[in-house]
């Protein structure tokens, strides 16, 4: 076991760990406990002895495990038996003998994995779980094609170098592929197989029916309606329309259909264009920026009433846009009597009241103006919590126990508008909402679900009213639900919002986008522009000078050295110049200092065969420059001598011979 | 990457330098530098100097076969080449292989022969073949000659053109031997004998295994061809001499360039392997202007190549 297969062997633990790690809460425990053994087997391996008997057994568990999980398959149950069966595997190969085969094996069932598990989870964490993947199989994968050649290799220093600057360029060669494919690859504008989120689906928060008074504690869960990116707008305009409920049946609020023909009359105005990302939901009602006439960008149908409903049922995240016209007026073209209806079970204290406050013969701003009096009068307060469940609940909630939430309110206060003939409705949806300034959307939970009550002025035109500011304690009530979040958290929320968006929801529609983006701009750049020429040229110029630095410096960077080694020679021979007709080795036998020697031989070795300097040679060498600052030499210049004198008797051969085998372990 | 074989040939140079061939360093490295870069060597200098005992004694060290043509004024070309003569018995002609048929062949005086034996002899150097009646009988491997030459100016010489003289890659000279060891010599006699007895220190196999990687391994930068150029540019431009080296000059210094670096144990060439082989392999392919005929041809040669600066970036 050498240092190259025990690296591999860490990274495919690693590479393991990687894939199961996300799907690893999703599984049974008998699985995770699978796992566990086989990995504990798969680290002892090499201690324990390994029998022909016990091998067939743990081929037999390993298939009656498969086959369990295989049986659990089903046409509505696909992801999790699959990825199970995925683990099984896994974990079989993790403890079976570490061949090349089985490694390879291995490798390529952590990617299957982690590529499966995006079936039961679809986190941003899988990003950082992918690239890692990738880095360590890469890697993986070529320090195993040097085992699968040679099980005891060892590589040389400069190699391992060499290869670890490899290890790291091919993965992130694969990571930039992996990302123009991204883009590139065609999309379908609606997943082929839908998996994924089909469990998730809104339960708390906004619904399709009001029935004040059939809770006493609501409680909502803090769980994400959707998001919405749109400028930072004033809190008085952030009402998002849902559902309109117009059809009270004794004490519930439902919707009617079909509705009376509305016109929607905008004053030419841009509005606030929006675009929302809607957490998967069960009901069809799409959330609009009170009020939207029109969608893009998903397949619904626009009622008159402002609600927008989809086509159909969809589990996934819905992404559509749209314009909210705040100062547009919605005018009723129809009768308004349906909006008049009131149970005849309406308590008669009601009743009372209305009378009293006044009828259709006055000013729709007067009746609105006494109601609301009437409510601050009765010292209502805002409270989801310890409420009382009465038959009569509206007679409770305004003279008895005078506590509720914005279902309470708003209903009363339509009932009471009805009974004083104004035509009034409810409308549900959401209030308000948390600007993240990071990602410039706002962030609306579930809990800011709200309710409030649109009547018809004297003109026809649907006026909002939000009775649940009459509460005595508003300002409280509705600052408490304005969670204020960390700044870690807000940038977390924007990081996940970029991810849904740019990543989980990346569909042909905006790839389309993104091709037609990138073309209008290379459209822009062939429209020439007398004005750019200076920051043309300029560019050019400055990015020209930077490569001939950059190439000079390079060159230089070898080669300075010489020069450098050159004249220290000459400073130390006490020489002008050494003459350029002296090679290296030449100068190295002239003063035969060892320094000369080894500077030749290192340099020439590099020089003279068309290689590089490495940085620690080139360290070496200028560390030999330094060093031979202050020695004193002699030079007698002069040319090697030929091939030897033959008056000599013996020639300088076997010095030569010396210094030259040294020459060859260097190289 | 380990250089094959070099220990045994410095084995070679260190035994023949030392105890049989003393004081004829230079010729014995030019010699092996020949062999090892598939080259022919020519000696220029008077009878009596030992050329014979050299080429005796490497073909003794190396195990090769030896063979000597001693030219004069009526040698013929079949007189080397080999002659077919007609069998009786067989009643057809039977070829008889002249000496070039060696792996070593002396050719001693080459001047002295006439320029048709001569070119025979070069043509089968360069071509490492003979053709002979229309057959075509290829030359031992290795295959080297060594021509000596005596000094131009004495009587009954055939000057050998520019020309042919390319055709050998180096020259060298041997020279009288320092006085000490020329008494040593003069008291022990000629070392003939000896040479007799040696044992080959290598065999004819390595040898050409050795040529082959001196051919094949032994890198050669663009840097120092840069150099080599230089060199054979300035030689064309300079006002001494008459033509300046040739392109096969230019090879031939590489070639020989290589096996010097082989010698040196290094797997590339440096140009101070260039400059010490330079004289060896270019001095014969040079002649000086007539005007200029009082200088040392190597004297200039030496110049010329300190004003070449080494290339060391």
């Not at chain 1, 860490?10 to 566990?36: C, E, K, M, R």
């Not at chain 1, 149908?301 to 547009?328: M, N």
């Not at chain 2, 069998?87 to 060696?102: A, S, Y």
Request: charged share 20%; glycine share 6%; hydrophobic share 45%.
């Amino acid at each position: 076991m050498n240092n190259l297969q025990q690296t591999v062997h860490w990274l495919l633990y690693l590479a393991a760990l990687i894939a199961v790690l996300p799907i690893f809460s999703f599984l049974p425990l008998w699985v995770q406990i699978f796992l566990g053994i086989c990995l504990t087997v798969g680290l002892l391996r090499s201690r324990i002895r390994w029998g022909q008997t016990t091998g067939r057994i743990a081929v037999a568990i390993t298939v009656v495990a498969v086959s369990a999980s295989a049986v659990q398959l089903s046409a509505l149950n696909v992801a999790l038996p699959l990825v199970q069966i995925l683990c099984l595997l896994l974990a079989a190969r993790l403890a079976s003998e570490k061949t090349p085969r089985n490694m390879l094996q291995t490798f390529v069932l952590t990617l299957i994995l982690l590529a499966s598990s995006s079936l039961l989870t679809l986190d941003m964490v899988y990003l950082s779980y992918l690239i890692l993947l990738i880095l360590i199989l890469s890697s993986g994968l070529i320090l195993l094609s040097f085992i699968h050649v040679d099980p005891q290799i060892q590589l040389p220093c400069g190699l391992m170098k060499g290869l670890r600057f490899f290890l790291l360029a091919v993965p992130a060669t694969t990571l930039i592929l992996m990302l123009a494919l991204f883009f590139i690859l065609p999309r379908t504008p609606t997943p082929l197989w839908n998996i994924a989120g089909q469990e998730s689906a809104a339960l708390a928060g906004m619904t399709d029916q009001v029935q004040p008074g059939s809770f006493s504690d609501l409680t909502s869960a803090g769980d994400t309606a959707f998001r919405a990116e749109v400028d930072e707008l004033p809190a008085s305009l952030l009402y998002w329309r849902g559902i309109v409920l117009d059809r009270l049946d004794d004490q519930i609020w439902r919707r009617s259909s079909p509705q009376v023909r509305e016109q929607f009359r905008t004053d030419g105005s841009d509005g606030y264009e929006y675009v929302i990302y809607a957490e998967p939901k069960s009901d069809l009602y799409l959330v609009t920026l009170d009020r939207t006439d029109r969608l893009q960008g998903v397949s619904h149908r626009a009622e008159s009433d402002g609600v927008f409903t989809r086509h159909r049922q969809d589990h996934r995240r819905t992404t559509y846009r749209g314009i909210g016209r705040p100062d547009a007026v919605a005018v009723l073209e129809g009768r308004a009597d349906d909006y008049l209806a009131v149970p005849s079970s309406i308590s008669p204290q009601l009743r009372e009241v209305a009378a009293e406050l006044g009828d259709r013969d006055q000013a729709f701003s007067m009746l609105i103006e006494r109601l609301e009096t009437f409510f601050l009068q009765q010292q209502l307060t805002y409270s989801a919590e310890n409420l009382p469940l009465t038959q009569a609940p509206l007679a409770t909630f305004l003279f008895e126990s005078r506590r509720g939430y914005c279902e309470h309110f708003a209903s009363a206060f339509a009932v009471m508008l009805r009974l004083m003939d104004v035509p009034a409705r409810l409308v549900g949806g959401y209030l308000g909402g948390t600007y993240n300034q990071f990602g410039k959307f706002y962030l609306v939970t579930e809990d800011r679900a709200h309710v409030w009550v649109e009547a018809l002025n004297d003109e026809g035109v649907w006026v909002r009213i939000d009775p649940s500011r009459l509460a005595v304690n508003a300002e409280q009530a509705f600052s408490a639900t304005v969670a204020t979040h960390s700044y870690l958290q807000t940038l977390l929320d924007a990081l996940f919002h970029s991810w849904t968006r740019r990543v989980l929801n990346f569909d042909l529609q905006q790839q389309f986008e993104l091709f037609r983006e990138a073309s209008e701009t290379l459209a822009g750049l062939r429209r020439f522009d007398v004005s750019m020429l200076p920051t043309v040229w300029s560019t050019i110029v400055i990015a020209s000078v930077c490569m001939i630095v950059f190439l000079v410096r390079r060159r230089t960077k070898n080669f300075g050295l010489v020069p450098s080694y050159l004249r220290r020679l000459a400073d130390c021979a006490g020489l002008e110049k050494i003459p350029p007709e002296l090679g290296l080795y030449q100068l190295a036998d002239l003063t035969g200092h060892p320094l000369c020697r080894e500077f030749a031989e290192c340099y020439g070795a590099t020089l003279y065969r068309g290689r590089s300097l490495e940085a620690a040679e080139r360290r070496r060498l200028k560390e030999i420059v330094r060093q031979l600052k202050g020695q004193q030499l002699v030079i007698e210049v002069a040319l090697p001598e030929g091939l030897g004198d033959n008056r000599k008797l013996r020639g300088p051969f076997q010095t030569d011979q010396k210094g030259n085998q040294h020459a060859i372990h260097r190289s | 990457m380990e250089l094959i074989h070099r220990e045994p040939i410095l084995g070679v140079i260190d035994t023949l330098a030392s105890r049989y061939l003393q004081g004829k360093i230079k010729a014995i490295r030019t010699a092996m530098i020949s062999l090892l870069s598939e080259g022919h060597l020519l000696i220029e200098d008077i009878p009596g100097l030992g050329k014979t005992s050299l080429a005796l004694g490497l073909s003794a060290t190396l195990g090769l076969d030896f063979g000597r043509i001693q030219c004069t004024g009526d040698l013929l070309p079949s007189d080397i080449t080999g002659v077919s003569i007609f069998n009786r018995e067989d009643n057809r002609f039977h070829f008889v292989k002249g000496p070039i048929f060696n792996h070593l062949l002396l050719v001693d005086e080459i001047n002295r022969t006439l320029p048709k034996t001569q070119s025979a002899l070069l043509e089968a150097m360069e071509e490492r073949r003979v053709t002979l009646e229309g057959v075509t009988y290829k030359l031992p491997e290795p295959f080297m000659v060594i021509a000596t030459q005596n000094p131009l100016d004495h009587v009954g010489t055939f000057p050998l053109p520019e020309s042919q003289l390319d055709r050998f890659l180096m020259t060298t000279d041997i020279g009288y031997p320092p006085a000490a060891l020329e008494k040593q010599i003069i008291r022990q006699g000629s070392v003939r004998e000896d040479l007799s007895r040696i044992k080959p220190l290598l065999t004819r196999d390595q040898i050409i295994e050795a040529r082959q990687f001196v051919r094949e391994k032994i890198e050669l930068h663009e840097k120092i061809a840069g150099y080599i150029h230089e060199l054979l540019q300035r030689s064309r431009d300079h006002s001494g001499f008459i033509n300046g080296i040739s392109t096969r000059g230019g090879i031939s210094l590489a070639a020989a360039a290589r096996a010097q670096a082989y010698l040196q144990g290094r797997l590339f060439v440096v140009p101070e392997d260039v400059q010490v082989v330079a004289l060896a392999v270019v001095s014969h392919r040079l002649d000086l202007r007539p005007e200029q005929d009082h200088l040392d041809k190597k004297e200039v040669l030496r110049l010329l190549l300190r004003e070449i600066p080494v290339p060391v970036v």
